[in-house]
């Protein structure tokens, strides 16, 4: 199990948010846990130094390109890359650095899968370099993917066969659990569970981890087959509960072998 790490950009600042308070019709709703003063780069530098791959950028709406162009030029190759990606500006993020493009409302069209567009993307970027992000929230049973940074409900339930589909096209999957995202109030187990059973690739949760117990709860429902990421918990981001420094002690016990 890895730790992953993120850069969530909104308005071109590094910040926490709680995302189920993320709406375009209701900005006055927005509830924002931290906002760095360091820039983008900073923490890309910081997780350079430390070697934690494999994690990502967020561009939360318009106004974060320079921001994440800042982060990936800091260590490039290393750190993903999502939020309005499409198949005609994909390859541009790669060649600006990003070991990957990760992708939710572009595949889908009117609540349902867009396969032309998904196979557009693949064409486009490689499924060597292609995140898919199934966030999802809750509705009755079952989880819903969202799209529109997690404001929108899709019509697509996370399955066993929606996720052995999908890992056909793509090299990993992101999935937030938007319900609990920003809240640090614990994740949802029940997610991590069918996560650990389901998916057949690499597969990195998020969402409400508050210290490190979270950590290693992940790591025994996982099966150590999921890897995490830690947002508003870590004191890099204004949290109290979790310190970076405790996270990647964390990550390097995980991942030395004998």
Not at 19 to 32: E, F, M, W, Y
């Amino acid at each position: 199990m890895q730790f992953r790490p993120c850069i969530d950009l909104h308005n071109g600042k590094v910040k926490q948010i709680v995302g189920s308070t993320l709406k375009d019709d209701d900005p006055d709703s927005l509830k924002t846990n931290f906002t760095a003063t360091n820039p983008s780069s900073w923490f890309a530098k910081l997780y350079k130094r430390d070697n934690l791959t494999g994690g990502h950028i967020i561009k939360l709406g318009p106004g974060n390109d320079d921001a994440a162009s800042e982060a990936l030029a800091a260590w490039p190759g290393a750190i993903q890359l999502g939020g309005g990606i499409t198949a005609e500006n994909g390859k541009e993020w790669l060649d600006k650095g990003a070991s990957h493009v990760i992708v939710t409302s572009y595949v889908f069209s009117d609540g349902q899968i867009n396969h032309d567009r998904l196979q557009a993307l693949v064409a486009a970027v490689g499924k060597e370099h292609l995140v898919l992000d199934l966030s999802c929230r809750k509705r009755g049973n079952d989880y819903f993917i969202v799209t529109d940074r997690w404001q929108k409900f899709t019509d697509v339930v996370i399955t066993p066969k929606v996720v052995e589909d999908f890992a056909r096209c793509c090299d990993e999957f992101l999935v937030h659990a938007a319900d609990v995202e920003g809240q640090c109030k614990g994740i949802e187990t029940e997610l991590v569970q069918k996560l650990a059973d389901w998916s057949p690739i690499a597969t990195t949760y998020a969402g409400g981890v508050k210290d490190i117990t979270d950590m290693e709860l992940i790591q025994k429902l996982g099966k150590n087959r999921l890897h995490a990421t830690v947002g508003s918990a870590l004191d890099i981001f204004g949290g109290s509960t979790m310190t970076y420094d405790e996270v990647v002690a964390f990550h390097k016990r995980s991942n030395t072998h004998d």
